[in-house]
């Protein structure tokens, strides 16, 4: 069962002990960026007043840093299991702070901090994006020209008719050769998706991975391998010749 929301008094869930709670927030604030994000809080609202998800969503950047400032341990846990991922991360915020706070970075650090305790939410909002993801770390692309069909894009509307282009002899027109392909956004070089991974590794965004989604997880280190043995003998080719 999912935990209740500290601030719902109706839920029969359980309610969050007071040592995850704590536990939670230690996390958030110890960040490396908390303290370049945080400055103090004037409640004055102008940040919510530029976000566009404020617009559409029951969100406010707002709430949000207030919550932080006043060490409202429930309430950034209740944000935590929605609110924080209505941020499109544009940062309109921290350009229009007085107190030069960067909410949209607060958030970012609450995902984070959602993410490394394998929050519900974290694996809910990430779950469509599991296709992107295989895609990116077996071809170094999220998207290519070939999935853009009328199919998949119907509700452009009438725009889609200039979808209906020939692509293939189009792409042969750009001038860079990397970009003349199809099943891919461009080419990457093996040696670029080792770096990757490396990468990737080292910070620990396939740790992160793990926590919110095992199989896909397993997936993407099994393609992983067969890159990095396929690179090997790439190299002991070229150390023979
Ligand atoms: S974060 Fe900045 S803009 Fe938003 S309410 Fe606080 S002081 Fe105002
Ligand atoms: S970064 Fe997030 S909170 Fe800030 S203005 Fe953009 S959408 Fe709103």
């Known amino acids: 069962m999912a935990p209740a929301l500290a601030s719902d008094p109706i839920s029969d869930a359980p309610a969050v002990p007071r040592e995850r709670l704590e536990e939670v927030f230690a996390d958030i604030q110890s960040h490396t960026l ?15 007043a530029t976000c566009p998800s404020a617009h559409y969503y029951d969100f406010s950047p707002r709430e949000i840093v207030q919550l932080l400032w006043a060490e409202n341990l429930e309430g950034i846990y209740d944000a935590m299991q929605e609110k924080i991922w209505a941020c499109a991360q544009c940062y309109t915020c921290a350009a ?15 995902r984070e901090t959602a993410i490394k305790h394998g929050m519900q939410s974290a694996k809910d909002v990430l779950r469509p994006f599991s296709r992107v993801l295989m895609k990116l770390i077996a071809t170094g692309n999220q998207l290519a020209p ?13 725009n889609i008719a ?3 282009a020939p692509l293939n002899v189009l792409r042969k027109a750009i001038p860079v050769p990397t970009l003349h392909t199809m099943d891919t956004a461009w080419e990457v070089n093996i040696k670029t998706s080792i770096e990757l991974y490396t990468i990737w590794e080292a910070t620990g965004v396939l ?3 793990e ?4 199989n896909l997880f397993d997936v993407i280190t099994d393609v992983m391998d067969e890159k990095r043995a396929d690179y090997a003998d790439w190299l002991e080719e070229q150390n023979a010749a």
Do not use: V
């Open 207 to 209: 740790d992160q991975l």
């Open 162 to 164: 200039k979808i209906d």
């Open 34 to 48: 908390y303290d370049h994000e945080l400055y103090g809080c004037l409640n004055c609202g102008i940040c919510t």
């Open 146 to 158: 070939n999935m853009i069909t009328p199919d998949a894009f119907a509700d452009w509307g009438p």
């Open 96 to 110: 229009r702070c007085p107190f030069h706070n960067s909410p949209g970075g607060l958030i970012m650090i609450m």
């Open 211 to 214: 926590k919110i989604d095992e």
